[in-house]
C-alpha cells in the first residue's frame, strides 16, 4: 500500500522560510514519474505549485512561486522536498504532495497534506 506523509508544515512570518518533506513508503522513486506539490487556501482552488520528473530532475513552477520555491526530490530516501523562502501571507494553504506516471495514468497518489500559515 502506498503512503505518502507530508511534513515540515507551521506558522512563520512573512519573508520566512519553511521546508516542506514529503516522504513516501511502498513506492520507489526510482520509476518514470512527476512528483508535484499542490496547495489548496480556505475558499480557494487547488493551486499546482511545483513539479518534478524522475529520471530527468526536470522542475517547474508556478508564476506566483517562482524564484522563491525549490523542488527537489532524494530518489535514496524516497523524499521529495520543498524549499519555501521569502514566505508571503498569500502562500498560507494546506500543501498536499502528488504522485503521478510520467506516462499513463496507472496511478495518482495523493497526501493528506500539511498546514503552511504565513502570518506576523
Known amino acids: 500500500q502506498v503512503q505518502l506523509v507530508e511534513s515540515g508544515g507551521g506558522l512563520v512570518q512573512p519573508g520566512g522560510s519553511l521546508r516542506l518533506s514529503c516522504a513516501a513508503s511502498?513506492?520507489?522513486?526510482?520509476?518514470?514519474?512527476?512528483m508535484k506539490w499542490y496547495r489548496q487556501a480556505p475558499g480557494k482552488e487547488r493551486e499546482l505549485v511545483a513539479t518534478i520528473t524522475n529520471p530527468t530532475g526536470r522542475t517547474n513552477y508556478a508564476t506566483s512561486v517562482k524564484g522563491r520555491f525549490t523542488i527537489s526530490r532524494d530518489n535514496a530516501k524516497n523524499t521529495v522536498y520543498l524549499q519555501m523562502n521569502s514566505l508571503k501571507p498569500e502562500d498560507t494553504a494546506v500543501y498536499i504532495c502528488n504522485i503521478v506516471p510520467l506516462y499513463g495514468l496507472e496511478y495518482d497518489y495523493w497526501g493528506q497534506g500539511t498546514q503552511v500559515t504565513v502570518s506576523s
Open positions: 511502498g513506492f520507489t522513486f526510482s520509476r518514470s514519474v512527476m
